[in-house]
């Protein structure tokens, strides 16, 4: 699902699944206020308040500081620690039973107390209502939820599954208040009542305001008063003069890489600096595997052949991302260059030319990139009008690009409109099953209609069941290999993370690691 000092990508450590969880983290009450109220821009919008709908950057940065997770992603780390749990772990072998303990003491924003009862409700329900835009797809392999008394909560899986206490970590396993969220539906209200660090004091069109939640009880200590996160709806422009002005602290998700560029070039004589941070978050060309154009081998490997990546990251995009090689990003354990190492890092005219006739395909490829604007970075538009340039410089391709609202895209790319369509991903936890299970797995969130036995039946699942994630490598890079090989889906670049904050504003770095965890709690404003 998708920032300034560069921080390490850890790996997931080994031995996860055999209790290491246990008795990590430290204990804060959460209740300090000191220092004043932070106002962020974000040109993202956040699409739902209830975790049982939210599945983009924006819901799942609203539910990090709103709502708490059995577990959570320390600053700068991957490895989840106990957040609402005192201890979890995998009671046996297999990685498909996983207990936790809940601390004393828990308490939602209104007062409410929080048992293994709200835990249970907020995974069955989010289950059952099994919303379209929301996350139950992350737990296909969750049979049922257990609570023998009020602290203990029983995760019975129906498959092995070693990511599962990261998937519990992510917004996906934010805890609601049973008394508060209908069992059987979302709540419709635009209000939300959890036991994070803030409560969500307001919400409408124009802004979500936050105050500091006196009954949270966990790892994050909060360093401002609140936070008031303005939406700006795609609209660079007026964010960048927003910042300028004065009227937000921070500028996060949403200025263009050209903007970033030259506010960095100014070197904070503004009064405003960028902060860069590490990011995993992806974006890859998608082919229909059914369409007439798109499904034919040689026209996939063709592009391939084509694109440059280098001059997209150059003239698009600032060098404010890096070329992408395969579906799983460098610094993520398993990653490969399986793209570079088949194709190539310059563009090939020969090569190109030659897979089109061993398809048999001998004239002009006549081709749409289908784009949206602002829904996977505001360059996105620009970036696919560059690559239909490439591929027509070669004099094999007719390439043009049409750009479509996110709602109507997300419909025709489900009704099978498109040939080839762009997508873009922040992953839900920080592994190499998450750029690989929702792309080719059961659910699979391309609807690009590719399938592999040997990824789906064999190298996915021998995946999932295993503890030690640095043992996955060799299968993971098979499954890259494969990918390359049959080109479902064109790796373009890798994102890093920004944020542009005025002066006296401090603690982003802390905001943009490759968890991708906002933490507001970490945000100071002198």
Sequence with gaps: MNMRTHWPVLPIAAGLACGLLTGCGTSGDGSGTEGHRVVMGMSDDVLATDPASGYDPGSWLLFNNVFQSLLSF????????????????????????????????????????????????????????DDPGGPAVMFPSLGKVETPDARTVVFRLTVPDATFPSKVASGAGSVVDHRQYPAGRLRGDHKAVGSGPYTLDSFDKGQAVFSVNSHYKGT???????????????NQSTLKKALLDGSVDIAYRGLSARDIDDI???????????????????????????????????????????????ALMRDVYKN????????????????NTA??????????????????????????????LWSTPTRYGPGTDAELKALATQLNASGLFTADVKSVAFDQYEKDIAAGKYGVYVKGWVPDYPDADNFTAPFFGKGNVLDNHYDNSRITRTLIPATAAQSDRTSTDSSFVELQDIVAEQVPVLPVWQGKQYAVVRDGVYGLEYCLDASTVFRFWELSKS
């Design 264 to 310: 960095d070039k100014q070197d904070g004589t503004q009064g405003i600096d960028v902060v860069e941070g590490s990011s995993a978050e992806v974006q890859h060309l998608v082919f229909n595997m059914k369409d007439p154009v798109a499904g034919k081998l040689g026209v996939r490997k063709a592009m391939a052949y084509l694109i440059d990546r280098d």
């Design 339 to 368: 793209f570079f190492d088949t194709y190539g890092e310059r563009p090939s005219r020969t090569k190109a030319a030659r897979a089109l006739r061993a398809d048999g395909i001998t004239g002009k490829v006549t081709l749409t």
């Design 320 to 335: 404010t991302a890096t070329p992408l090689y395969s579906i799983i990003p460098a610094g993520i354990v398993g990653h």
């Design 74 to 129: 320390p600053k700068g780390g991957t490895l989840p620690e106990p957040e609402l749990a005192k201890s979890c772990k995998f009671t046996d072998t297999r990685a498909t039973v996983f207990k936790c303990e809940l601390k004393d003491g828990l308490k939602f924003s209104n007062g409410d107390s929080l048992t293994s009862e709200d835990v249970k409700f907020s995974f069955d329900r989010m289950l059952k209502i």
């Design 220 to 234: 994050a200590e909060t360093k401002n008063a609140g936070v008031t996160l303005k939406f700006f709806h795609g």
